[in-house]
């Protein structure tokens, strides 16, 4: 039952969106089972009232009330195609708006598109199923931008296409609880600043049918304008150095050997030219199998 419920949960693509612009990819050291994989579709919606310009937590510019807010439906899945070797896909339709307090005469602004696509190879490594060292897996992933404008406090994206590289440590310890920690770098075109990133997560079974889990996610660019500092303008965001720090709780349903559900949300704790967000959703996830 573990094995199968490891695959379901761990496989999926549910996706904390960090800020104003959603944060690609999320692996696992945990793959599909050979000739198997699962498609999953998921809602996230975040607001925030609040922005950390450089590292200072303040309210968002204008002259009070405004909200930054993005709503994204994502759509993914992974197959594998050996004991060692699996491929994933995620991406996602959003629309974000940015609305002004009372009395500002400056119109709320409001986007939507397809947001960036992300195709990653997973190869593992180590499997712990067979060693006595804890899963260990090398992942490589091509980012795609979508088809939305930047420039805005509200973009859905940065608009750079590139990729990312990370390695993936997962454990379990008996048969309720398990661990995976992810560290990775990214790199993108057109001027966006490279970014190193780190995702750390639990998961414990509670029963047959229900699973809690915990996570904290890091994304720290390496360099970058800041808002409102030299060189800085509107149409130059893509190019902020944009850090976050975001924990967050899921709780996950298996419905039957195929299908699951999850409910999950999250906070903004710590940031730089990032919104305070926060972030609820819910996901849906079907397994399958070709053999």
């Not at 695959?7 to 692996?27: E, H, M, N, Q």
């Not at 200072?56 to 405004?66: M, S, V």
């Not at 090398?138 to 296409?161: H, Q, V, W």
């Not at 079974?205 to 303008?233: H, K």
């Amino acid at each position: 039952m573990h094995r199968f419920a490891v695959t379901t949960l761990t496989c999926s693509v549910f996706v904390f969106c960090l800020s104003s612009r959603p944060a690609l990819g999320d692996a696992s050291a945990w793959l599909p089972e050979p000739g198997t994989g699962h498609l999953s579709l998921s809602y996230v919606s975040q607001s925030a009232e609040q922005f950390y310009r450089g590292q200072e937590k303040r309210p968002l510019p204008g002259g009070g009330g405004e909200d930054l807010s993005q709503a994204t439906v994502w759509m993914g899945g992974s197959y594998g195609f050996n004991d060692s070797f699996a491929v994933d896909v995620q991406t996602g339709w959003a629309k974000s708006q940015f609305m002004t307090g009372p009395g500002i005469p400056t119109p709320s602004e409001s986007f939507n598109g397809m947001v960036d696509t992300n195709i990653g190879l997973t190869w593992r490594i180590v499997d712990e199923v067979i060693s006595d060292s804890p899963s260990i897996a090398l992942r490589a992933g091509a980012i795609l931008a979508g088809d939305y404008e930047t420039g805005f406090i509200n973009s859905l994206g940065d608009g750079g296409d590139g990729y990312e590289a990370s390695l993936v440590v997962g454990r379990f310890l008996g048969d309720q609880v398990g661990l995976s920690a992810e560290f990775g770098l990214r790199r993108r075109n057109n001027n966006i600043p490279g970014e190193r990133f780190a995702n750390l997560s639990g998961i414990w079974f509670l029963n047959d049918s229900l699973t809690v889990g915990v996570e904290y996610r890091m994304v720290n660019s390496t360099s970058g304008l800041q808002i409102g500092g030299p060189g800085f303008a509107p149409d130059r965001f893509p190019e902020i150095e944009e850090d976050t720090q975001t924990v967050g709780a899921r709780l996950y349903y298996s419905v039957n050997e195929n299908f699951s559900l999850s409910l999950f949300g999250g906070s903004v704790i710590d940031g730089r030219n990032a919104a305070a967000s926060n972030i609820f959703g819910a996901a849906a996830s079907y397994s399958f199998d070709f053999l």
